[in-house]
């Protein structure tokens, strides 16, 4: 019987971002589930839409056997931590050396592609590494990788296979897992690695041009398919994350398969043209003025990403540039109450609305100003005085198309309006990309005329459907809207930062 370690370490690595990845981020089980190792791994993680779980899926039904080893995941930020990165690896190291003396015959592992810590630039292909000289050139480890991945060649190298997501926002990720347990299979039934083609991009994709729900990277994924159909292939075109800075940052086209270098030469002719991948941002201002236009005559709300705040790419979900910008249109007194922000990530927020109670007025400095990569702070809090109009635990169970089935817990919550605007603030991190994490505050999206969310494409999932029109905002934060901004250190002469 088919015995298989399975472990996991997700961290999405903004170098420009102005916070750590330490132990207590993979711990704290507020944006992914808390650090797990051991049996309780398989109980905690099935069902939820992650790669692991569907690879624990697609392993049941093979008849294989799972020896879990740890799996780790923690909010995009900077650097992970060299204490978390070796408290990570060193457990799953140790549960493979352990295993490989009990029998084992594969590794999975489900990760991001795009971690960097404070002492290794490649921390997927260091723990690669690691594990190649536990295990020997032999035994199969094949890994599921995030679409936003930055694809080193030391990955490439140490890996069987490896294979990417295929949408944006990640609605395939238990899907990925299973493409990785197929993947495996056909690895064991070969006996040897089948051929492996690569092709790096010359240029950075914004993380806005990403939404496989737009053009051209609709189009293309739906390409990538029929090419892998027509060639026996699997393969992966991830478009990277373009805010690491470390040499190999990059979009990376690669397949696995007999005729592997037909196919990724012909899906990285189509993904190669720069032009494609330019799209518009509004400034912040101008967000807000299109949008109350718009929502005047609308019979859906108007969805605002404020995308240069996403806590999903680096950001801490706390500036303030876009409830500035509602306020001083008048947003709140033209649709009173019908104006929402969040996720607000204000702890101190928070804990004086419970204290004060619903109905409670408070005079508060909402939100933080924060280093940006321009070298200037993002706008100063909100002052004023603010209505506690909800609260909860920030308990929440999403029901979205992504991550559904997951439990966030993002401690005391609290919806508090000014001037007719809403904000849901919390005092955990937590990408607004489900509707559910509004609802937890008592707002309700679809009753809304405008929607500020603090995220850049993975709210598409669940708000895009319900909205009549959706705007991406620039206002100050840490995760640039354009790559050319950032002040790149390490990236080689030949990589261009904009298409």
């Not at 995941?73 to 990570?88: C, D, K, L, M, Q």
């Amino acid at each position: 019987m088919t015995r298989v370690l399975i472990a996991g370490y997700q961290h999405e690595t903004n170098t420009f971002a102005p916070s750590l990845a330490d132990w207590a981020a993979f711990t704290r089980g507020d944006s992914f589930p808390a650090y797990v190792r051991g049996p309780e791994m398989i109980e905690r993680l099935a069902g939820i839409n992650l790669p692991v779980a569907g690879f624990i899926a697609a392993a049941r039904r093979r008849g294989w056997t799972l020896a879990p080893s740890a799996w780790a995941g923690a909010i995009p930020s900077s650097y992970v931590t060299r204490e978390a990165f070796e408290r990570i690896a060193g457990a799953i190291c140790d549960d493979t050396q352990a295993a490989r003396e009990r029998g084992l015959d594969a590794i999975y592992l489900d990760l991001h592609g795009a971690a960097v810590a404070e002492h290794a630039a490649d921390t997927e292909g260091e723990l690669l590494a690691r594990l190649r000289a536990i295990v020997g050139p032999e035994l199969p480890i094949v890994a599921s990788l995030d679409l936003h991945a930055n694809v080193t060649q030391r990955m490439l190298r140490e890996a069987d296979a490896l294979v990417a997501y295929r949408t944006y926002p990640h609605v395939d990720m238990a899907d990925t897992g299973e493409r990785a347990a197929d993947l495996l299979a056909r690895r064991l039934r070969a006996g040897r690695r089948e051929p492996l083609h690569a092709r790096r991009l010359p240029f950075l994709i914004p993380i806005n041009a990403q939404s496989t729900w737009m053009e051209p990277a609709r189009a293309l994924y739906d390409e990538l398919g029929a090419i892998d159909r027509e060639h026996g292939t699997v393969l992966s075109f991830c478009m990277g994350f373009p805010a690491s800075d470390f040499d190999e940052c990059a979009p990376m086209v690669w397949g696995h398969g007999e005729r592997a270098e037909a196919a990724v030469e012909r899906l990285h002719a189509r993904v190669a043209e720069p032009a494609q991948w330019r799209v518009p941002v509004l400034a912040a201002r101008d967000a807000v003025a299109q949008a109350i236009a718009l929502a005047e005559r609308a019979d859906k709300p108007v969805v605002i990403a404020d995308t240069q705040d996403n806590p999903g790419a680096g950001g801490d979900s706390n500036t303030t540039g876009m409830l500035h910008a509602l306020r001083a249109q008048g947003a709140g007194q033209r649709f009173p109450g019908q104006v929402a922000l969040g996720l607000l990530f204000d702890p101190a927020a928070a804990r004086a609305a419970a204290q004060a109670g619903v109905g409670a007025e408070l005079d508060l400095a909402l939100g933080t100003a924060v280093p940006t990569f321009t070298g200037q702070p993002s706008d100063p809090p909100l002052r004023g005085r603010f209505k506690v109009m909800h609260l909860a635990d920030g308990r929440c169970t999403l029901t979205g198309p992504m991550m559904t089935g997951l439990s966030v817990q993002l401690g005391p919550s609290a919806c508090l309006e000014i001037d007719g605007i809403r904000t849901a603030v919390v005092s955990g991190k937590k990408q607004l990309l489900d509707r559910q994490l509004l609802r937890m505050v008592g707002i309700h999206s679809e009753q809304m005329r405008i929607v500020v969310v603090k995220s850049s494409n993975h709210f598409r999932a669940d708000f895009q459907p319900h909205a009549s029109h959706v705007l991406v905002a620039k206002a100050a934060g840490p995760m640039a809207a354009d790559p050319a901004d950032l002040p790149w250190q390490n990236l080689p002469p030949s990589m261009r930062t904009r298409p």
